[in-house]
């Protein structure tokens, strides 16, 4: 069974980028626009009319500042999540923002990758259900929201197996060579080395050639880390 589509409302007081903000939205799978509106009292009137799950919030609108909307919304007991949009880099809003249950922050100005990658990190966080089976669990439930996410793959790649190959090279200690990782997840050694490849010019993994066999020496790839 699919996850119910996430809602969405956009406030933002510029018409121009609340139109950008909710076809962006649009454009990610799981979420729907709710509505577009400009204003406090505009978001007021359409939460108290229609369901909604998540607000993409500017924080300066022309009615107030986006946090006393917040604070409103708490009091009247919606229960929204919050992603706040602003151009400000104020870190004592930032820490304002989260005590009032800001899941996310985006500057302006944003691209469309940028703000699938804050939804896609929400989507993941909002499926987590369930009781934690321990400290691990709760762990991961919140890194879906704070972890960097590596950027999607290139066309040509997918990310189902740009996973299993990051899997595979993070649990191999000492390195694998492209035919290693093609053994251990199924694919052909050329497949294996674009991932790999993938990997290192994203600055995730380094490679460095393996000397002490007869002939072309073969390149070994380690995770970085990073």
Known sequence: MSAPVIRVLVVEDDPVAAAAHALYV??????????TVHSMGDARRHLDQ?????????????????LQLVRTLRAAGHGADIIAVTS????ARV????????????LKP?????????LTRYAAFRATAGEAGGQDEVDRAIAA?????????????????????TDALRAAQGGL?????AAGVGISRITARRYLEHLVETGRAARAPQYGQVGRPELRYRWSGH
């Open 26 to 35: 649009g454009r990610v799978p799981g979420f729907a626009v709710s509505g």
């Open 50 to 66: 229609h369901p909604v799950d998540l607000l993409l919030l500017d924080l300066y609108l022309p009615d107030g500042h986006g």
């Open 88 to 91: 400000a880099r104020d870190l």
């Open 95 to 106: 820490r304002e923002g989260v005590s009032l249950g800001v899941v996310q922050y985006v």
């Open 110 to 118: 944003f691209t469309f990758a940028t703000l699938r990658d804050r």
């Open 145 to 165: 929201l704070r972890a960097p996410w590596p950027a999607a793959p290139p066309k040509g790649l997918t990310a189902a197996t740009l996973t299993a190959v």
């Open 177 to 181: 060579t492209a035919a290693q990782t």
